[in-house]
């Protein structure tokens, strides 16, 4: 069965610097995708950034990277020069290919301080 | 504006009462799914559409049912609600069934007493 797991309840990070947040996942399939939402207080769900098993780079969007190690299982989300809007809850999730179920882990929730 | 729009946001009701949370997307997207997210567990997926008419179980489908009957609409519904289903649900969207990111929409915030 797929698994993913964030250990980070809650982290901290001063405004303008870099956090990284943990994902680590686990699946004996192949083919599978990884993605990061967020969810800010207000309640809405907001696609970050994706990563294909296959995929060799790591993506980047904008101030969002995925630090992708396959062989470690692992899909940190690294946020660079954190904003005050980048304070809310943050969820891994993970999607194999042909089984259409989509697994989040329990989020980890991101506090900036100015 | 594409978008995901869920009725209603706010319910609550007792138990036993059956109620249906409707789901519409407009971006003529497959696939379609629903969560429920608790809190320190995530979201946890209910059931899922493929397309028209099809339609499987998720990890949580206990106590609920869906239809699609059309590509727009996916609906969810609680047949003799119980208070443990007591949720921030959501319903979501996406293009590609297997590498396509979800549209979520907004949520409903169940009680259910």
């Known amino acids: 069965a797929q698994k993913i797991t964030q250990t980070q309840p809650g982290m901290f990070v001063q405004e303008k610097e870099a956090v990284t947040l943990d994902c680590t996942y686990d699946?004996?399939?192949?083919?599978?995708?990884l993605f990061w939402y967020k969810q800010p207080s207000s309640g809405e769900m907001i696609f970050l950034i994706y990563?294909?098993?296959?995929?060799?780079q790591n993506a980047t969007e904008g101030r969002y990277s995925l630090n992708f190690q396959k062989a470690r299982k692992s899909a940190n989300l690294v946020i660079s020069a954190s904003q005050l809007g980048d304070s809310a809850m943050y969820f891994c999730?993970?999607?194999?290919?042909?089984?259409?179920?989509?697994?989040f882990g329990a989020g980890t929730r991101l506090f900036v301080k100015a | 504006e594409a978008q995901v729009t869920q009725n209603p946001r706010y319910l609550i009701t007792v138990t036993g009462k059956k109620l249906t949370v409707t789901c519409s997307q407009n971006?003529?997207?497959?696939?379609m799914s629903w969560y429920r997210q608790d809190p320190g567990l995530g979201l946890r997926q209910i059931y899922y559409?493929?397309?028209?008419?099809?339609?499987d179980k998720g990890d949580v489908p206990e106590g609920y049912k869906v239809s699609r009957k059309e590509k727009r609409n996916f609906p969810l519904i609680l047949e003799s609600p119980s208070p443990n289903q007591t949720s921030l649900y959501f319903c979501?969207?996406?293009?590609?069934?297997?590498?396509?990111?979800?549209?979520f929409g907004e949520g409903s915030r169940l009680t259910v007493l």
């Open positions: 990563q294909g098993s296959y995929d060799e």
């Open positions: 999730a993970m999607r194999v290919v042909g089984g259409f179920k989509t697994i």
């Open positions: 559409s493929m397309n028209v008419e099809v339609t």
């Open positions: 699946t004996s399939d192949q083919s599978y995708g």
């Open positions: 979501a969207s996406s293009l590609y069934p297997n590498t396509g990111e979800l549209f």
């Open positions: 971006m003529n997207h497959e696939y």
